[in-house]
DNA sequence: TTGTTTTCCGCAACCGTTTGCGAGACTGTT
DNA sequence: AACAGTCTCGCAAACGGTTGCGGAAAACAA
């Protein structure tokens, strides 16, 4: 079975295919009669308007591109979700596309959101993306293009982040506050601009203050491996930097059968869920991937409002209590 | 800056439209020359055939939708991460829609697919959803609907499936196996029917072989408390239907203290990704999202490419051994 | 009756791309 | 010079929907 479009509905009716076009939009040219006539028929035939056609003709879509190096991460998740409730909420559709961090796929990725002729673009770039120039020619498209999380360290153009510097320091003074002597800190991959910002706030916090044992792991399971080491060196708290640390650190803490908070603390940045998968719950200073999601759609709609100011957007960071210190 | 169009580039060669389409095309009725001339030009000004057009004229959208409760979901996650690599590997983009329960905003999500003109559909129904009329609808229009995970209980329709029933039996087995006496069972929600399978299979399999303590838990949450009371009574094993229901029994068994596996054994129905966040690991019967998304895929393509046998389809389950039981 | 206004509706162009058909400009043959 | 045969290319229609403009018919006034 074909689609229903004007044309059918109007042949069926004797009309033009104007006006039933004219009389589905509540024109005020056309009779109240004929109204209901094309809009009885149109409800039968289960009329949807074919969105290709419309976009064509205006050349604006109401399709958002979103493009991330994977969706299977606890962060781009509540993110993506949010930006997703969002965009249906405002009558737009949403494409994902991931990356895998290949920078080739990254590529075919933006190519295909160009052709879909979307009408703005959320982007994490990879770590690997060397070149941007890519995205940049979507805004010489007119095509609004919001960076989030992994962002271009450019100026012209809008970044969505996490606050990096303030949660690391949060975290920082909150070990300092609870009176702790030996810290274990574990943080990422020095090469992203994410480590660097939470590990210089970390150390500047802590400023000698506190016996700081610094380690780094790529992995969870490089966490854990650096946690088991480190814990011989008897720390009374760590610090993970991510999500996906505390997971491996939480590892080598049950493996050595060590009890939270009496034989060690533990706190980290995080997202929220994982802090409480454990009892008691880790103590963790929030970096919401919902509340940046919204931030980010608000500036994307700002942005096709015809706002040309670019700016660097970030959200707060809120301490959330467990048990764990 | 507007997009390049096949106009622009003919009038700047001073060619045709048509021309100027057939030489990208590689058509033999170009000279090599004008070929020449129109791909470096459509080179330099970053031509891209919009999607739209080529879509109203061919009536063959390269987009599949997919509707699902929510994406932030373990299980949902991998497999929407498995759809999406597979509709890019093979050139179609993917739209991705959440009802988050809410049948008014499942049926308008599907409005928007019939909107989009999408090619196929992969679907999985929420709790709620009461009729299922609007989906048989995409069938008359031609568009395949694959169902998955939730399925409905037609049979006329393709549905893909974790196998429910061996991945019980199987964790029934190991428990038998590894001699345990006394398990505190702890299932779903009874309303939804992969609750009923793994129930049924579950118990089935057990036949008074063994002591067996029944529960249902609607949330980590309540699965916490369930298993907080269920361990006054000793049991020696722990089985978890879900990965929501292990994540709050191993904050249960983590607030008692007890120790995996000399204090108490566990065992669970799982994707994989919670089990390995704990150590010991544990045990779990994978139901892999990520298998039963690519086996979704090929099953939209085989319908896409005109058959019309409609089949159920169900995923292997595997024991994956942490050191759990 | 004639002229004016209102009501209702259709014509046609347009968005960007594809493609069957036909036409003009060559080349080569007789 | 007349012809067929090739090589290149343009015309026009189509996909589905929107919209400015103009026109026919009806209603009303003089």
């Known amino acids: 079975m074909n689609n229903t479009t004007l044309k059918k509905i109007s042949e069926l009716l004797g009309l033009s295919i104007s006006t039933v076009s004219r009389a589905l939009k509540n024109h005020p040219d056309i009779s109240e009669k004929t109204k209901l006539r094309v809009t009885e028929l149109a409800d039968t035939l289960d009329y949807e308007p074919n969105a290709n056609a419309i976009q064509l003709r205006t050349s604006k879509s109401n399709l958002f591109g979103l493009v991330v190096p994977s969706i299977s991460n606890f962060f781009y998740h509540s993110f993506i979700s949010a930006i ?104 990422g991959n020095m090469n992203l601009s994410i480590t660097k910002k939470r590990l210089s706030a970390f150390t500047k916090t802590m400023d000698g203050k506190i016996d700081l044992l610094m380690h780094h792991a790529n992995s969870a399971l490089d966490a854990e491996t650096v946690t088991i080491d480190g814990l011989r060196q008897k720390p009374d708290t760590i610090f993970c930097m991510s999500d996906e640390i505390l997971t491996g650190a939480m ?75």
Chains 1, 2 share one sequence.
């Open 84 to 187: 997703e409730e969002e965009s249906r909420k405002n009558g737009y559709a949403l494409m994902i596309l991931q990356s895998g961090e290949d920078p080739a796929i990254e590529m075919l990725n933006l190519k295909l959101c160009r052709k879909s002729r979307i009408s703005g673009l959320f982007a994490c770039i990879s770590n690997q993306t060397g070149n941007i120039d890519a995205y940049l020619k979507m805004k010489d498209l007119d095509i609004p293009v919001i960076f989030f999380d992994k962002v271009p360290e450019l100026s012209n153009c809008n970044k969505i982040c996490v606050a990096d510097e303030a949660s690391a320091t949060m975290a920082a003074n909150t070990i300092l506050l609870k009176g702790k002597k030996k810290v274990l800190a574990i943080f």
């Open 251 to 325: 590892k080598a803490i049950q493996r050595a059968a060590l009890k939270i908070p009496a034989d060690i603390s533990v706190i980290a940045i995080s997202n929220g869920f994982i802090p409480k998968l454990y009892f008691p719950e880790i103590t963790y200073v929030e970096t919401s991937g919902d509340e940046l999601g919204r931030l980010a759609f608000s500036s994307m709609m700002a942005c096709l409002d015809g706002s040309t100011f670019t700016q660097e957007l970030t959200t707060e960071s809120v301490l959330v209590e467990g048990g764990s210190i």
